[in-house]
């Protein structure tokens, strides 16, 4: 627990009444107080004091009445205060013993006026009480060091009032600037997480339709013919739907905005570990020869590339299956100290046209192609697509690797 001070709890609720209350009702109530204070002096006056004269209450009304006014004006209520604080003394009215409206004013500018305000005024002020001290009769050496140390002191404590206001506005605009940079990086966020889960549908689904189309149009070719090969064909449609059903759920799962249920969690995205079971199936449901080849010695990548590096190698496969019209494809990875490059070819036809921005990996193509850079892009990498050295297509990702080293998948 926090130790709190005993008048913290009795003053909180008083003082955020203040903060909340009319600027010109607070003035008006200091500004009534400060005439009281200087009336008990005239009210109750000392033995041997003058008394008090209606001259003299005047001018210590003139000393309390402009500060209704002080934060509206502060330089002007300054001024009026200033000609009426010495005039008290001049006239004998009897002045007061402390200067209360000085001392307020002098507080006021140091917190609200201007620098060039501020200093004529405290400077004013110092010459102006010295030289009315001199001309009183019997002044005591004291009664200056007491006058002018009062003036500095409310000038000091309205310069740490300015400092204080200037912090506390510093840090609330910091506040400000913090939250609207934290709502800035949750959109950020959102809108990055809604594209990848967004490549990663179109995948899971291109990839998986892909295959059932394929297998589809060579089952009623086969079933008379050969029932067998027809049964496998539906099996591997039946296959595609589950493993693109159980993709899609883990994907939709991060969409869930309630905590889950304590219970089995959900499983991890797929990674280069899973890219032998991808290529396996692929060529068992395509008809296609897929070929995996590694080189070098593989490097610990961080898990948003794992995935992006599967999801890269799934894209270029289905891009092949759906219009390469190829009868082979290699996926190759070569890894190095620094990156890791996946290359994936095929002996189809090849771009479909020069202009059609494939060649560089740099312009348009299809959806497919533009997720394929955008994930390398996301990992720091980049991808470069277009005809093969031999023909056909051939898609290249660089993408960068962890300095740990691992041991190589399966």
């Known amino acids: 627990m926090s130790a709190r001070s005993p008048l913290s709890s009795p003053l909180a609720p008083v003082l955020a009444r203040l903060r909340t209350a009319s600027p010109y009702a607070v003035d008006a109530a200091v500004a009534a107080l400060v005439l009281f204070a200087v009336s008990l002096q005239w009210l109750f006056p000392d033995e041997g004091d003058d008394p008090?004269?209606?001259?003299?209450w005047l001018l210590g009304a003139a000393t309390a009445v402009p500060l209704v006014w002080r934060r509206a004006a502060p330089f002007a209520t300054a001024c009026a205060v200033s000609v009426a604080t010495p005039a008290q003394a001049v006239h004998h009215a009897p002045p007061p013993d402390l200067m209360y409206g000085g001392f307020v004013v002098l507080y006021t500018l140091a917190a609200l006026a201007r620098p060039w305000q501020r200093r004529v005024m405290l400077a004013g002020w110092l010459i102006g009480v010295a030289t009315t001290i001199s001309h009183k009769e019997d002044a005591e050496p004291f009664e200056y060091a007491f006058q002018l140390l009062s003036i500095g002191c409310a000038y000091a404590l309205g310069s740490l009032t300015r400092t204080q206001r200037a912090y506390t506005a510093e840090l609330e605009d910091r506040a400000r600037r913090l939250e609207r940079e934290r709502a800035a990086d949750t959109a950020r966020a959102t809108a990055q997480e809604r594209a990848r889960i967004a490549r990663d549908m179109h995948d899971i689904l291109a990839h998986a339709v892909s295959l059932m189309v394929v297998q589809a149009e060579a089952g009623p070719v086969v079933v008379r013919s050969?029932?067998?090969r027809a049964e496998a064909a539906f099996d591997a449609i039946a296959t595609a739907g589950r493993d693109a059903m159980t993709q899609l759920r883990r994907i939709l799962g991060v969409l869930k905005e309630e905590e889950r249920e304590p219970g089995p969690r959900r499983l991890p995205q797929p990674g280069l570990t899973a890219l032998p079971g991808l290529v396996r199936g692929v060529g068992e449901s395509?008809?296609?020869?897929v070929a995996l080849r590694t080189t070098g010695e593989p490097c610990a990548?961080?898990?948003?590339t794992e995935v992006a590096a599967y999801r890269i190698v799934q894209e270029a496969l289905t891009n092949t299956v759906k219009h390469a019209y190829a009868s082979c494809a290699t996926v190759g990875l070569d890894w190095t100290e620094d990156e890791v490059t996946l290359t994936v070819t095929d002996d189809g036809r090849g771009p479909a046209a020069p202009g059609d921005g494939t060649g560089d990996g740099t312009g348009g193509g299809g959806h497919g192609l533009i997720g394929i850079r955008e994930r390398a892009a996301a990992?720091?990498?980049?991808a470069v697509t277009g005809g093969g050295p031999d023909g056909g297509f051939r898609v290249v990702v660089r993408l960068p690797v962890a300095a740990v080293r691992r041991t190589a998948p399966g």
């Open 226 to 228: 050969d029932p067998a």
């Open 52 to 56: 008090l004269s209606w001259r003299g």
């Open 301 to 304: 990548l961080p898990p948003d």
């Open 379 to 382: 990992c720091g990498g980049e």
């Open 286 to 289: 395509a008809g296609l020869r």
